[in-house]
């Protein structure tokens, strides 16, 4: 099945969202809604409706993007903050840990992806807060280091004192046991499809990193090495 498109279109002094999907040249079927959110409950009839080749790219980030536009287009002042991947992530969720007896297992295979201490965001986030006119109606993309997850269970290794490795998964397995779960099923295949794309190496230039932490706070940003040092009892078994 494919996936529906966001877009918006201005109207006169109205930007007016929509969702699409199919070829541009493909029959229009138009589907009307009442709330200004409402269109979320057609988002798997659209992909259903469309025939056509698929050329969406991995959603996962627009969903993020369409809550910006929105915000945006409210017409209060606002500060963007997109970070890439917490390091907190590796602590656990829910209560649970994501790294047990040492191995970490994860879907992207042996991408090189961007991680962010959250405790970093928060600090800018706190920045603008303090200052909002200095940083209104800015975007902020907050990353301080790449690293594989191969790489992480090295400097586990080597702080915390005991072996750690990485265990790559097939992103099928990720979408099984979400969709199992009931988890938002439009949502975790966008997620689904992002791991697909890490694993396939097609996500070219994600792997990155900004200054925007230093600029904003005058501080360098927290690397793996330190959060692993903060976070030793924690990540020990």
Known sequence: MQHARYSSRKIGAVNVFYREAGPDNGPLVLLLHGFPTAS?????????????????????????????????????????????????????????????????????????????????????AAAALCAPEEHADRTYRIGSEVKSFAEIAGILTRVVGQPFSYEPRPSDEFLEVVLAANADASYMRSVFENYSAYTAGTNVGEEKTFDSFSRVTGRQPVLWEEFAQRHRESFAY
């Open 40 to 124: 979320h409950m057609f988002r798997d009839v659209i992909p259903a409706l469309a025939p056509g080749d698929d050329d969406t790219q991995v959603e996962h980030w627009l969903w993020h993007q369409f809550i910006e536009r929105y915000i945006e287009w409210s017409g209060f002042s606002f500060t963007h903050l997109r970070p890439e991947i917490f390091m907190q992530n590796l602590l656990g969720y829910g209560g649970a840990k994501v790294v047990v007896a040492g191995v970490i297992r994860h879907f992207v295979a042996g991408a090189r992806i961007t991680w962010v201490d959250g405790e970093d965001v928060a600090a800018i």
